[in-house]
């Protein structure tokens, strides 16, 4: 059977989005630095004691999801970083750091490459946005979210001699489906 996507669009009146980010983010935002599903819920649950409006959209899977690559050259890449950066929220990937933005880059590029998609799908924002694998040097990055949105992740680092990048493009959205504007508004 096929898939399908509802996207909900909530306007917050008279409240500017660095705001609303700021709000979402801390609220869903665990002490594990991970976003859960519940936590993210009650955020915006939480955040609509204001006046909004609710709008739906349905699409198909027939959208297209963006891709891009990150060459790796290993032996340029010691203690190099890797940025993400959608809007104002960034994601730093540092090579020899420990933890979730940790990865290493091993003996060769193939290895380098592999333990970077790892380091990609492991993390807690990052693995949410993307498949990644690895083959010979090179990661191969998928967005799991099709259509436009991804298109603007622009992805960085302080070393152009350890990556070469080119970031995920080309995402479309689907032709398939509705737009219900304004099926809701008021006050909780």
């Given at each position: 059977m096929p898939s399908s996507w509802l996207q909900i669009y909530i306007r917050v009146h008279d409240k500017p989005v660095s705001w609303l980010t700021e709000q979402i983010a801390s609220k869903a935002t665990g002490a594990d630095g991970r976003l859960s599903a519940r936590r993210v819920y009650q955020a915006i649950w939480d955040v609509l004691g204001g006046d909004v409006s609710v709008y739906l959209h349905t699409t198909d899977e027939a959208g297209v999801n963006p891709t891009g690559i990150i060459a790796v050259t290993q032996a340029n890449a010691a203690g190099d970083t890797l940025t993400f950066t959608y809007k104002t929220r960034t994601v730093v990937l540092t090579e020899g750091a420990t933890g979730t933005n940790g990865w290493s880059r091993g003996t060769d590029n193939t290895t380098a490459a592999a333990n970077l998609a790892a380091a990609i799908r492991r993390h807690p924002i990052l693995g949410g946005l993307y498949n990644a694998t690895a083959a010979t040097g090179t990661v191969t990055l998928t967005g799991k979210i099709h259509g436009r949105a991804?298109?603007?992740?622009?992805?960085?680092?302080?070393?152009?001699?350890?990556?070469?990048?080119?970031?995920?493009?080309g995402g479309a959205d689907a032709a398939a489906g509705f737009f219900m504007q304004h099926i809701w508004s008021g006050r909780r």
């Open positions: 991804l298109n603007t992740v622009t992805i960085t680092t302080n070393d152009v001699t350890a990556f070469a990048i080119n970031a995920p493009a």
